[in-house]
């Protein structure tokens, strides 16, 4: 660090399930590889292995795994046996590298980490709260019994939506001097940085083409999206929606998709690490979302100058102004979502407006450099409070 009482660059060690395809992944990535070197020495532990976005990771970072079982598809907790053995795993590597921060990112990860730093240190224990699941609502009885403890050994709750903030507060009873924050970030992309879609994706979409990017989970609601483009295909036949992600409800849209009679108007193109490139040849995008703390899909939109189409739900409301970037629906309801897109395809200045505004509130308020210089900021004065022997409290 520059200032005075910083000898050496701060170590940082983030921990974090996996690099699969994923909004909080990305940030990270982003976050990582932005960090200044001659301030900051970043490490990361994938507690379940590796992942598509290790690619993305400047190489000059030390990478870790032990390998674990991978959480499955239709229960994203792990066993209490499987924690046991990454909090074992997680503090040898903390005693090796001696971290100043120790980051988690998302809950299993983050409460892993939290007790792996139990009577050894680091200084400051972060956890990264990017979604609207607390632990009193969780699945997973053996992490509803320690995340509590988990959290008195957390400095500080970093939350990417006030939405999520909020939640931390109420549910979990955290001070509000413990928890801040920082928006997820984006940069604009270059003009070589898109790709054009795949004949199979374009084709029949004459009528309006509409991407979703979302992992096939139950609260992003692919099914009222596909109830919406029945309404939608009555009035334009040859419109088509391109769902990218995967998940465990696959199955189930792909009957969904053969009973309503959609198999040519909607395409399931999979998880897809290159998604957002393919979003300039859309003419909107929309999220259906029953819970959402800030949605990387819609930046991803936005910063393309695409208009959005999403619930208004957690963080959404925070990211998109209803009426200027884009157009907010009820959670729930597949003729709001049908009437928002066809008002959109329907009208071209509205949504060439909308897109133009969403592009410029982007790049205004939620750039990659923002959300870089604002984490640094805090690390800097949680380290300095820790060394001065104050409470890592109220850093934001």
Request: with cysteine; proline share 6%.
């Amino acid at each position: 660090m520059t200032e005075p009482g910083f000898d050496r660059p701060v170590r940082v060690a983030y921990v974090i399930g996996s690099l699969e395809i994923g909004g909080a992944e990305t940030q990270l990535v982003r976050l990582i590889n932005g960090l200044d070197r001659t301030r900051f020495t970043p490490s990361l532990m994938c507690l379940f292995g590796y992942g598509p976005l290790r690619s993305e990771l400047d190489d000059k970072v030390k990478v870790e795994s032990p390998l674990l079982p991978r959480p499955s598809r239709t229960n994203l907790g792990v066993s209490a046996r499987t924690a046991i053995r990454a909090v074992t795993s997680l503090r040898a590597l903390l005693a090796r590298e001696k971290p100043d921060i120790v980051h988690g990112y998302l809950m299993t990860s983050y409460v892993i980490a939290a007790l792996s730093t139990w009577n050894t240190g680091p200084g400051v224990v972060i956890a990264s709260r990017r979604g609207l699941d607390t632990y009193p609502r969780h699945s997973s009885r053996w992490l509803r019994l320690v995340a509590g403890p988990a959290n008195r050994l957390i400095d500080f709750h970093l939350c990417n939506s006030e939405a999520v903030q909020e939640l931390v507060i109420t549910d979990e009873n955290v001070p509000r001097s413990k928890t801040g924050v920082i928006y997820s970030g984006i940069d604009p992309p270059s003009v070589t940085n898109q790709l054009e879609l795949p004949d199979q994706w374009s084709r029949g979409g004459e009528d309006g083409r509409v991407a979703m990017v979302a992992n096939l989970n139950s609260h992003k609601r692919h099914g009222d999206v596909l109830d919406a483009v029945s309404l939608i295909v009555k009035q334009r036949p040859r419109f088509k929606l391109v769902l990218f992600g995967d998940g465990a409800e696959r199955a189930s849209i792909e009957r969904s998709l053969r009973e309503k009679g959609l198999t040519n108007s909607v395409v399931l193109a999979g998880a897809q690490k290159d998604a957002a490139k393919f979003l300039s040849g859309f003419d909107l995008t929309v999220l259906a979302s029953s819970k959402e703390s800030f949605p990387n899909a819609l930046l991803e939109s936005m910063v393309r100058g695409i208009p959005v189409v999403a619930t208004r739900v957690g963080g959404i409301p925070e990211l998109v102004r209803e009426g200027i970037d884009g157009i907010l629906v009820e959670s729930g309801s597949p003729e709001q979502l049908a009437a928002a897109m066809l008002e959109l395809l329907d009208k071209p200045q509205l949504r060439q407006r909308m897109g133009d505004a969403a592009r410029n509130r982007v790049l205004n308020r939620f750039s990659v450099k923002g959300m870089i210089i604002q984490t640094e900021d805090l690390y800097e004065r949680l380290v300095r409070q820790v060394r001065s022997r104050q409470p890592a409290h109220s850093a934001l």
